[in-house]
């Protein structure tokens, strides 16, 4: 039975909250009386499953059951964790959290205030332990951040719990030790929010440019290696200390106005608004979403192949689905051996949007390696001198896959001997055929450079599978050579 979550206010926040949830397999309950909020967490979901797959290297859990409640009871019943993510006023947090304990009082309960400090935010709970800030950043369903904010009052085994449970969701929670207004992040955006106000309300800079400054330079910088890391490399090889010794005293130059607030008031809102219209008004907010989460994908699949920041993040959820996945067994042997599941990823695709023609091979080998390995011809054999060779293959491209697709192979075994093995496989989406591939491998000794006879062990696995697909029905494309006009 799936896990059951349920999010609390359907926006933008509670909306990535609900996609992240349902795309890592939990049931989700979303309560907000906004008619619009089905619509609304759709679109957002919508993007999520083109983007948060696209990060993934092994295959996603099948996606949870989303359900609309039309009331908080309904919602928070059998809910293990809870997220609320309504408006930033207290008293209405304070009412929804006292509703919500009269009828879950044990289950664990985030708020994604960026803002409140959990003391603020259990002043009238009636189970302040359980009570705590997750504080997540936009787009919740690709960014791994949360601030993980808990008060004296809260039970610290309980905030472990939490703390558990976003990293199965793939996320990264920052314990934050102390309670704070704003917490971590949001306290130093401010401080170059307001600084950026200042500069466009002074006429120094546009939006746009300082967009420019932040995404041309320093932005990249910050994105994969933070603040401290990022000065310490600028003090070059003395290090931290030198940078402090040669910049230190600029803190006490007049360059900021960090203390200080522009007025707020209408010109200045027009002001911001008309430059930022001006600057990306001609596209809609979901182009600019897509925009941001394809760029996401790319800057975060870079980090994951340097098993850097982020992408470490990626990385260890990666390992930890494959640890939780069912261990290899020996299929049913009345039917094409299932032995692989797919996603096609970024890397996977050409030009044209599809899955490009060196992957269907990739995919024909995964199940290659995923049947060698059942036979006990994997990777400890291969270290031992002996390994099989593909000496032909036949590929016949059936259907187009796309960035996301969830891919599966089977293999069907054709015959095999001492030192041959014919295999047909089968690659698909949703049961549709994407590609045939029909191998032929030869067994190699890899040390003399030629053929040699299987190991007994080897072909005392293989020897059931071949005898019980001898019975199967023969596929149709078998033996086809190239140019060869399809069968009807």
């Not at 696209?54 to 919602?75: H, Q």
């Not at 610290?156 to 030790?177: N, S, T």
């Not at 430059?275 to 600019?288: K, L, N, V, Y």
Request: aromatic share 8%; net charge negative.
């Amino acid at each position: 039975m799936a896990r059951k979550a349920t999010i609390i206010g359907g926006g933008v926040i509670g909306g990535g909250w609900a996609a992240r949830f349902l795309l890592s397999g939990w049931d989700v309950s979303v309560y907000d009386p906004d008619p619009e909020a089905p619509r609304k967490i759709g679109e957002v979901l919508a993007n999520a499953r083109a983007a948060l797959p696209a990060l993934a290297d092994v295959p996603m859990p099948p996606e949870g059951r989303l359900t609309f409640a039309n009331n908080l009871k309904d919602a928070v019943e059998d809910s293990e964790y809870i997220q609320e993510s309504v408006s930033e006023r207290i008293e209405l947090k304070h009412r929804v959290y006292a509703e919500i304990q009269a009828h879950a009082p044990d289950a664990l309960l985030g708020s994604s205030t960026s803002g409140y400090k959990p003391s603020q935010l259990q002043e009238k709970s009636t189970n302040p332990e359980v009570l705590f800030v997750a504080h997540p950043f936009n787009p919740v369903y690709l960014l791994p951040l949360v601030e993980v904010v808990p008060s004296p009052k809260n039970d610290l085994q309980r905030i472990e719990e939490a703390k558990e449970i976003l990293r199965e969701i793939g996320m990264y929670p920052l314990h934050v030790r102390k309670e704070i207004d704003a917490h971590i992040a949001d306290r130093f955006l401010e401080a170059v929010w307001r600084e950026a106000l200042w500069l466009v309300k002074d006429g120094v800079a546009t939006t746009e440019e300082i967009d420019e400054a932040i995404r041309m330079g320093f932005g990249l910088r910050w994105g994969q290696m933070g603040l401290f890391d990022t000065y310490r490399v600028a003090g070059g090889e003395a290090g931290m200390k030198h940078f402090m010794a040669q910049f230190g005293p600029c803190l006490s130059w007049p360059w900021t106005k960090l203390m200080d607030v522009p007025e707020f008031n209408d010109e200045l809102v027009d002001l911001i608004a008309g430059q930022s219209d001006a600057q990306s008004g001609h596209m809609t907010i979901r182009e600019m979403e897509r925009i941001r989460d394809q760029n996401l994908i790319g800057f975060l699949r870079v980090l994951k192949e340097r098993n850097w920041g982020a992408g470490k993040v990626l990385l260890d959820h990666d390992a930890r689905r494959a640890a939780e996945a069912p261990a290899a067994k020996l299929p049913a042997l009345d039917a094409p051996l299932l032995l692989s599941h797919m996603q096609v990823l970024p890397g996977w695709i050409d030009y044209n949007g599809h899955m490009t023609e060196s992957r269907y091979l990739f995919a024909s080998s995964e199940v290659t390696n995923a049947f060698l390995g059942l036979i006990g011809a994997g990777l400890d054999y291969v270290a031992a001198g002996r390994s099989y060779y593909t000496a032909e293959s036949h590929i016949m491209h059936l259907g187009e896959a796309r960035l996301g697709d969830a891919l599966t192979g089977s293999v069907q075994v054709l015959g095999a001997d001492e030192k041959r093995l014919h295999l047909f496989m089968r690659i698909e989406r949703d049961g549709a055929p994407v590609a045939t591939i029909e191998q032929m491998l030869l067994h190699v000794d890899t040390v003399n450079g030629g053929t040699c006879p299987v190991a007994p062990e080897v072909l005392a696995k293989l020897q059931p599978i071949v005898t019980a697909h001898a019975a199967l029905p023969q596929p149709k494309d078998t033996g086809r050579y190239v140019g060869q006009r399809k069968s009807r």
